[in-house]
């Protein structure tokens, strides 16, 4: 059981990419943006737009409706992703690693998988 987990709901950024790594395991990557709003101090609305990078493994039925705009409900673990850029210099970047998603949109033609 994973002590950190995250759920939360947003709108695909683009379309979903699915890429082939070692073992030609497949991996669909794709980001949402996620919509809040508060009141700061002084009572006034403020918006803000969080992007959530997300990573699904295993599951390419899906990546046909996960297009630019598609409504989701998404849990899954923060994940930290090392690398090293062109220079050489230490990088990290973090990612959902999606559990469970739920399409919210009504898309034409889905079928219940």
């Known amino acids: 059981m994973d002590l950190f987990r995250i759920s939360f709901v947003g709108h695909v950024g683009n379309d979903a990419v699915v890429k082939t790594i070692a073992d030609d395991k497949k991996v669909i990557n794709f980001s949402v943006a996620v919509n809040q709003s508060y ?61 469970n998603i739920q399409i919210l949109s009504k898309i034409e033609g889905k079928e219940e998988e």
């Open 39 to 99: 009141k700061d101090k002084n009572g006034d609305k403020v918006e803000k737009t969080v992007w959530v990078e997300c990573a699904l493994w295993n599951n390419e039925k899906i990546v046909k409706y996960l297009k630019k705009g598609v409504h989701l409900y998404i849990e899954g673990v923060p994940a930290v992703n090392a690398y090293s850029s062109k220079e050489g210099e230490p990088k990290a970047s973090q990612t959902c690693k999606v559990e």
